[in-house]
């Protein structure tokens, strides 16, 4: 359950970086390196503590089956990830919360790779187990860069604990991840299946500006901000000096970031500077969620889209061989920005599920069978809505808006 906290919030730095400034080699497995030394983990922990952290992320970035699988180490998950975060715990010693770490896992599902979407969401909810037998407080999903991976990050988290989940992406200037999403639809669909917090991270400190200032009129919970300290040079080095790393603090939290940390190069001196930068900070909070209300935010995985109650879907495009014809024809030929498709089968959903790239507007989807409407919303990587027609319960409906984000008109 979400507790509040108080805000600002200060995050950690970066944990890999510091390793290696003490002695981890460059392409060792993070995680086992740091069980291996124990001491120099918690020596960079206590340092944020000592800097100003109020949230330590415990080192389990790479703690899933398929990034421990590269090492030869994939049963040792469970193990890993306990001890990892206990160590974080003794490390915050009562005095910052401990968050489990998680990243993409490098698996893609269809039609870019042969992972089922479940299996993903399987993936997250065995490292988030350990997390949680551990005593994580939350769960961090970040450096996310496709919708696959963070919704079965927040699914698989969701499937095990109760506790918040902030997801974090990272992006280009034009506010692109690596996957082709818009940052906006990608805290759009977050928000709709219940994270407590949405942010970017790994990029640099103009870009999470810029981009911040765009989400905050959509957003609904607290914005993150945790940039690289620059670029890596030659020998590793990152140029940001704690000065320059925190001349954009202020205007961060006047584009509505109140939670705030470091990424790649970011050490407990940036921390620190950042804690001082922070002092007296007035939030922006206002700006959150000061969208005209009349517009509903939709999207696709890629694109956001805006909706209004009286939206008009067009005909329903039925799952066809044809389908994905016959949703770029729609997109193309109808001006609502809106379609709709109807799941009367399980091949419907598997169709849905394998050409769904296509969609850029909103998607209605309806369904009469609540069983084929929820394996629809799980596999579609966007957020969708429903609009009131069929005839199904509403204590279901509303449990898939918790779960999947479905908007209902």
């Not at 082709?180 to 639809?185: C, E, N, P, W």
């Not at 919970?221 to 940001?240: F, H, R, S, T």
């Not at 000096?241 to 970011?266: N, Q, R, V």
């Amino acid at each position: 359950m979400d507790v509040p906290l108080p805000l600002p919030l200060l995050l950690d730095g970066a944990t890999g970086t510091e390793l290696q400034k003490r002695g981890m080699p460059k392409g060792a497995c993070t995680e086992s390196w740091a069980l291996q030394h124990p001491e120099a983990l918690l020596e960079v922990q206590r340092a944020y503590i000592r800097a100003g952290s109020q949230v330590l992320l415990a080192p389990t970035f790479g703690a899933n089956r398929a990034s421990l699988g590269r090492f030869g180490l994939e049963d040792r998950v469970e193990d890993y990830n306990r001890r990892l975060v206990a160590l974080t715990r003794q490390a915050a010693d009562g005095r910052a919360l401990v968050a489990a770490d998680l990243a993409p896992t490098g698996l893609s599902i269809p039609p870019w790779g042969d992972t089922p979407f479940d299996t993903l969401v399987e993936v997250y909810a065995q490292q988030a187990a350990a997390c949680r037998e551990a005593g994580a407080d939350l769960f961090v999903a970040e450096t996310m860069v496709n919708m696959a991976q963070a919704r079965a990050a927040v699914l698989g988290v969701r499937s095990v604990s109760r506790r918040p989940v902030w997801v974090t992406f990272t992006c280009d200037r034009e506010g692109r991840t690596p996957g082709g999403s818009d940052v906006l639809a990608a805290m759009i669909i977050m928000q709709g299946m219940g994270v407590s917090a949405f942010g970017l991270n790994c990029c640099d400190a103009d870009i999470a500006l810029e981009q911040l200032a765009r989400l905050a009129p959509y957003a609904t919970v607290p914005l993150i901000a945790k940039p690289n300290a620059g670029l890596p040079g030659p020998e590793g080095d990152y140029p940001c000096s704690p000065a320059d790393f925190t001349a954009l603090a202020p205007a961060l939290a006047g584009a509505g970031a109140s939670i705030f940390g470091g990424c790649c190069g970011a050490g407990p001196e940036h921390i620190s500077a950042l804690a001082g930068a922070l002092k007296g900070t007035n939030l922006a909070a206002g700006r959150l969620g000061c969208h005209d209300p009349d517009v509903i935010p939709c999207a696709s995985e890629t694109e956001a889209r805006f909706i209004t109650p009286d939206v008009d879907v067009g005909e329903t495009i039925e799952c066809t061989p044809d389908l994905m014809e016959d949703i770029l024809r729609a997109e193309e030929e109808s001006p609502q920005g809106a379609l709709k498709i109807s799941i009367l089968e399980q091949d419907d959903v598997d169709m849905l599920a394998e050409n769904q790239y296509a969609i850029k507007d909103a998607l209605c989807l309806y369904s009469d069978v609540p069983e084929l409407l929820e394996s629809a919303l799980r596999v579609y990587q966007g957020r969708a809505f429903w609009d009131g027609t069929g005839d199904l319960d509403k204590e279901f409906l509303d449990r898939m808006t918790r779960e999947y984000g479905l908007v209902q008109l």
